[in-house]
């Protein structure tokens, strides 16, 4: 008697749940229905780019504040998912770091695999986000500003080793972070994110210079 | 035309000048700047052209059929013109979908005018070159509400449906970079991209940003577009596939990110970056 109450009980539950789930993802479902019929894929940007993957999904669920357990889970995941560079440098060129900083084209569908539609490499859009060298004032604020990176964390390798990690994946340190997944995604080469490791953490870039 | 068209823009900046410290409503210094410009602009905004253009488009019969835009419903009934731009999107019974002005004139040059679909939405946007007719009825009958507040219809439960499926559309993150258009425009705290001020257009405070000014002359490139075109750029720079001209999807965005305006006074076609 007792299960059975149970079961009645759990019963009702599950279809007050269900009713629930219904009511709040039937503007969802018919967004996620809407989105695949009016939208058409052009060059590299498919229809695919319309699918959630765990992050994003987690993301959306929960507004981007997934309860910790989830975002410490998809985190992990994201960092173990990081490739480092073979020879274990991490440091490039910071001049050309600057440039790629600077350029914000690319991924678009306009763009091709790696390259803009004007045959540059990608770039990173940093400068739409954050402030980081002293000659540009024209930098967004999105993000945290940049300045003096390492002058104020400290040059050594663990904060190579963060700089690089955050650039390839924003998502493994914050989950719902809105910066871009650059390495994870192969929106940027594993080459230009050594130049833009340098551009915060060498001791000569003007980010710590001036 | 276009040179002259600069040159006038320029006399027009000339004469303007002292800037009135009043203009300037942002507190971001350099936001602020073009705030200035942009006000000396609307003195004398190119879009009044596009808005003549418009007026004789609608009024004059074209298409396979010969026929005017003057039974065109705009949802005030065939052939209203004024005020009907602030009160759409709604709910259209004829096509048992919510339609925002662009969609709707579309419609009507289809159905009424017998212009082929494929072809309107084949190369829909301004270039150096051209500019669609859309483009025009849609700054033609966008002037004819200047000064009305948006008041777009919610008493339908299409209407009402629209915006909470333009709502999830807002905040959906995907694409290459993990962007929804509240990466950008749901922000608080006044945040800019570059020098770009970013309102957050999911408060009703700063929600009018999203549509005032369109359709709007556009300095970069120096041409008319329309609300159809910023989404559709805003799509590309979110890394996302290619939204569909005119489509229900863009519909239900609009109406979103109009009905967090309304209440707003639409000031008419204007000026954009």
Known sequence: MKKIATAVTLGAGVVVLAACAAMQSAPRDRALALMERDFHPVGIAGMDRLKEDAVTAACNKYNDNPPADVAKKLQAQQYAAIKWPADGKLMGDWKVGEKIAQRGRGMTWRDKPGKTSRGEDNGGGCYNCHQIGPDTDSFGTIGPSLYQFAKLRGYGADIQRYAYAKIYNAKAYSVCSQMPRFGHVDALEEDQIQDLVALLMDPKSPVNSR | ?273
């Open chain 2, 1 to 273: 035309m276009r040179q002259a068209l600069m040159l006038g823009v320029a006399a027009a900046i000339a004469a303007a000048a002292p800037w009135p410290q009043a203009m300037a409503q942002s507190e971001d210094p350099v936001a602020a700047d073009f705030d200035k410009f942009r006000a000396i602009m609307e003195e004398a905004n190119p879009a009044e052209l596009f808005e003549a253009k418009g007026e004789q488009l609608w009024k004059t019969p074209g298409g396979p059929k010969k026929q005017s835009l003057e039974k065109c419903d705009l949802g005030l009934g065939p052939g209203v013109v004024k005020g009907a731009y602030v009160q759409m999107p709604r709910y259209f019974a004829d096509v048992d979908r919510v339609m925002d002005a662009e969609a709707r004139i579309v419609h009507c040059m289809v159905t009424l005018q017998g212009f082929e679909l494929d072809k309107l939405d084949d190369k829909p946007f301004s270039s150096a070159t051209k500019t669609p007719d859309p483009v025009s009825i849609t700054t033609y009958v966008a002037a004819q509400s200047a000064g009305m507040k948006f008041a777009p219809s919610q008493s339908h439960p299409k209407e009402k449906e629209a915006y909470e499926v333009g709502k999830e559309i807002f905040f959906y993150r995907a694409g290459a970079y993990d962007f929804a258009c509240a990466s950008c425009h749901g922000l608080d705290g006044g945040k800019r991209i570059r020098t770009q001020p970013l309102p957050n257009f999911a408060k009703p405070e700063t929600a009018a940003s999203a549509v005032m000014g369109w359709p709007g002359y556009r300095m970069t490139g120096g041409v008319m577009h329309t609300l159809q075109w910023r989404l559709n750029d805003c799509f590309r720079q979110q890394r996302f596939p290619e939204p569909d001209y005119t489509s229900e999807m863009l519909s239900n965005l609009i109406t979103y990110l109009t009905v967090n305006a309304q209440g707003q006074v639409y000031k008419g076609p204007g000026i954009k970056r």
